[in-house]
């Protein structure tokens, strides 16, 4: 199994070419991001992907931003919105679809009825969408993921466990059992390391943050597991080291307490390092 890491956009403000060029001097494999609704602009980073050689994570927000849906939409309006996102992403043929998809707020019965009408998608369009655990989005528990992934156990998940740190305020110790059924269906990770009161941990390399980083590298290594179990060939990363809110900054001159491209770099260049080892325990 090969490993792929991807660049998220997320907080970066050059161009698409100049920021494929110093993706690509880094070490990554190809970018994740939105494709944008302007023609103009998704030309320009379809031009760039080719022109690189570099693969694309294609991202879906429905009904809303990121991690904030709008509390009044309905399934119908969540289900057109993506369905305006993949259509304009679709040219471009992405490697998959990253889904940000759902409401919190929503109750059992809404979330199986968006996670049927989202399968129906996929096999519709022959593609493939993970959904992403996220705060906000209807997978933003263990609890409520595990319930509808055995009601849809064909369902793709992203897995980016630093939400959940944060939603169980813990290092998810008591949810051993569930996190090894969520694994297997892992097609994606985010590797950003949380802690219990919040989705970033400052610098992931700093010895304050050793027992999380070592939490979350060991919950990826079961979705390694699950994957070699499941006949995967490439398993794919992006490390979502993000602003807005999730890079600490200093009080009342909010300058940065690290560097958010160089916390990206170092996580590409731990995690390339850690799954090679963990390559290594499975020959041995």
């Known amino acids: 199994m090969q490993l792929e890491i991807y660049r998220t956009l997320w907080g970066t403000n050059a161009g698409y070419a100049e920021t494929a060029i110093e993706s690509q001097e880094a070490g990554f494999d190809g970018l994740e991001t939105r ?16 022109d690189h050689n570099f693969k694309l ?3 879906i927000s429905t009904a809303g931003e990121y991690s904030l849906p709008d509390q009044n939409a309905s399934v119908d309006d969540h289900i057109d919105s993506l369905m305006r996102q993949l259509e304009v992403s679709l040219d471009l ?21 968006f996670f049927e009408r989202c399968l129906e998608i996929e096999q519709r369009y022959k ?33 980016d466990f630093s939400h959940w740190v944060v939603v169980c305020e813990r290092l998810l110790d008591i949810e051993g059992d569930a996190l090894q059924v969520i694994a ?26 050793a027992n999380e980083l070592a939490a979350h590298q060991s919950w990826w ?6 994957q070699l179990k499941k006949g995967y060939t490439r398993t794919t990363q992006t490390p979502e080291i993000g602003v807005d809110g999730y890079l600490h900054t200093l009080p009342f001159t909010q300058a940065p307490v690290a560097d958010q491209w160089q916390i990206q770099q170092w996580m590409l260049n731990t995690e390339r390092q850690h799954f090679a080892d963990f390559v290594m325990k499975q020959t041995v």
């Open 184 to 209: 297997r269906h892992a097609h994606h990770v985010h590797t950003r390391v949380g802690y219990a009161e919040g989705p970033q941990a400052p610098h992931p390399a700093a010895p304050e943050y």
């Open 221 to 226: 290594e079961l979705i390694w597991e699950a």
């Open 57 to 59: 994570i294609a991202e």
């Open 35 to 50: 494709v944008p609704e302007d023609v103009d602009l998704a030309q320009q980073l379809q031009s760039t992907l080719k």
């Open 127 to 159: 593609i493939t969408i993970c959904h992403e655990i996220h705060r906000g989005r209807s997978l933003f528990t263990p609890w409520i993921t595990r319930r509808m992934i055995t009601n849809y156990p064909e369902l793709k998940l992203t897995l």
């Open 93 to 113: 043929q992405p490697e998959f679809f990253n889904c940000m998809g759902g409401c919190d707020a929503w109750d059992d019965a809404k979330n199986m009825e």
